[in-house]
């Protein structure tokens, strides 16, 4: 199965986006994991419920998965009290994908954001942004994964792809493991040269070919990191979900 981070936590008022992302992941656990993903919905969506299952003994072969709903109901004490300290350590081999269909008053709890960073996971924020605030959002999202982009960069990469978020970043997700981020250093000039060119090719309708200005030796340089990326750069960064 593809590389995956012990805890993940997706989270926003773009309901349909972190839907989509739920969708996507059990997917993939289904076509690559073969038994398929755990789910905790409904009135088992509770962190004790959730620390039950962590304790859980399992006989399952590979990398378990339990995805947990509702996370936007969980109040902080009860996060405390039941996923704390030793009860919230995440078994090797196991990632938990936590969903908060957020709204104004409903919103995952600082204790959940704070479980999932000790866990060295990822926290994806699915929030609605006005078309006026995409460019901004791109480079945020894109600082997010290593890519260090202009506005004009971001402009060009709306243009092409059009307003949605999800689509955007995915793009973006594209992009970041092309370069073999974060063991490449997207800041530097010949990486933002990259950036631009394969943006650029992109905007023009050149869907399927990398960047023509990427010399060589630079591809060749590129395929000598493959081996360090796929064991530090999986660690660090995980498989976009």
Known sequence: ????????????????????????????VEREGGGGAEVLEGERATPAALAAELAAMTLAVGRRVILVDGVERWRAADVEK??????????????????????????????????????????????NVKPWELPKWVIAQAANLGLALDAAMAKALIAQTGERQQLLLRELEKLALFLDLPARDSGSSEMREVAAGEIEARASGARTRWPTRWSRATRARRRSTTCTCASRGSASRGFPI
Do not use: C, W
């Open 1 to 28: 199965m593809a590389e995956l981070r012990a805890a993940y936590l997706i989270h926003g008022d773009d309901h349909g986006a972190i839907a989509e992302r739920r969708a996507r992941l059990r997917a993939l």
């Open 82 to 127: 039941h996923l704390q300290g030793d009860a919230g350590e995440i078994p090797p081999q196991t990632t938990v994908a936590l969903f908060a269909r957020e709204e104004s008053r409903a919103k995952a709890p600082d204790a959940v954001h704070e479980l999932v960073k000790r866990a060295r996971g990822q926290v994806i924020a699915q929030m």
